[in-house]
């Protein structure tokens, strides 16, 4: 038997199509006593994990000299929104070596997208060129 059969992951509508490299902004709702607020976290995508139980993603940023890393379930009903800054180009899956790389090292070259290009029809493509 298999955990899925029993439970499915509900995974949350707030949270876009995100990838190791991007620079995102995570909006938690935290309670303090009996108030709500929204908290902001915004890092770079380190790794994401998927798994049986909807999995999740770690953000990490540097505060004040200090490595803060966060990880966030995909299901979390306390992760309001997740807002996609930057996409950033990266070769693996998992980005470790960020962790001992500098502030100014750890900065990523921004992801072209081709996504614009496909979704431009070919007649104004035509036109563009002339």
Known sequence: MDVREFVKPKMNPHIPQISPGDTVKVSLKTREGDKERLQHFQGVVMKMRKGVDGGSFTV????????????????????????????????????????????????????????????MPQEEKAQTSE
């Open 60 to 119: 990490r940023r540097v505060s004040y000299g200090i490595g803060v890393e966060r990880t966030f379930p995909f299901q979390s009903p306390s992760v309001q929104s997740v807002e996609v800054l930057r996409h950033g180009q990266v070769r693996r899956a998992k980005l470790y070596y960020i962790r001992r790389l500098s502030v100014k090292q750890a900065r990523l070259k921004e992801r072209r997208e081709r996504a614009i290009e496909q979704a």
